[in-house]
């Protein structure tokens, strides 16, 4: 089974829709991350959290909000989604960094989300 | 803005032949440097991580680290046709800070 599951896979909705994105992870990590790819961009950062108690903004938040429901947990929402949200959304994980360096981030397998 | 920088390629080399992919960042507190490897459509893979400044071999792959000129590299000795993909550099203190990845294709 995989580590880290992303639901659903593939998502086409309509402007104006709530859509929630899934993220649960098996791995027993405290951090989650919600990124999205879009071509030529690179990954970007939308929300973290190192713990369940702890959410931050990444350098994309707008238009989006999070949720972590537990450790293992961690939900995107797009409250009202608008074509330009149209992207590959990826979760990732990471163990508390040791020596106060960043530790590896594994990835779930994505979600292709497309808002008409 | 914190930035990583890459060349987007694509940077063609033949089968058997070394590939070098090189990455640059604008944050000096960056402590910790990961190389990704992605195949299109799938989810970046782990190839290498590195922390200190100097060299760091696994298998067919090595990663290069340079903080005085923020700079980071990746060779790939051997080069297969199965290497390519998208490679994302990745750097930063609590959070990464990802490249937009350099594409690789290795022809036989």
């Known amino acids: 089974d995989a580590d880290v599951t992303q639901t659903p896979r593939n998502r086409i909705t309509k402007t104006g829709k709530r859509i929630m994105l899934e993220c649960s992870q098996t791995?027993?990590?405290?951090?989650m991350y919600w990124y999205r790819q879009d071509p030529g961009l690179g990954l970007r950062l939308i929300y973290y959290s190192f713990d369940v108690k702890d959410i931050n903004k990444g350098e994309i938040s707008d238009g989006y909000s999070v949720s972590r429901q537990a450790q293992a947990k961690f939900s995107l929402s797009l409250e009202s989604a608008i074509p330009n949200q149209t992207a590959l959304y990826f979760c990732?994980?990471?163990?508390?960094?040791?020596?106060?360096?960043?530790?590896?981030?594994?990835f779930g397998p994505g979600t292709r989300l497309t808002v008409l | 803005q914190k930035e990583v920088e890459q060349n987007s390629g694509p940077l063609s080399v033949p089968e058997g032949a070394i590939a070098s992919l090189n990455c640059t960042y604008s944050?000096?507190?960056?402590?910790?440097f990961f190389w990704y490897r992605q195949y299109s459509g799938k989810s970046p893979e782990l190839i290498m991580s590195i922390y200190s400044n100097g060299d760091k071999e696994d298998g067919r792959f090595t990663a290069q680290l340079n903080k005085a000129s923020q700079y980071v590299s990746l060779l790939i000795r051997d080069s297969q046709p199965s290497d390519s993909a998208t490679y994302l550099c990745a750097g930063g203190y609590n959070k990464l800070i990802f490249g937009a990845g350099t594409r690789l294709a290795v022809h036989p």
């Open positions: 791995k027993g990590h405290d951090r």
């Open positions: 944050d000096r507190g960056s402590q910790s």
């Open positions: 990732a994980t990471s163990d508390l960094p040791t020596s106060g360096l960043t530790d590896t981030q594994y």
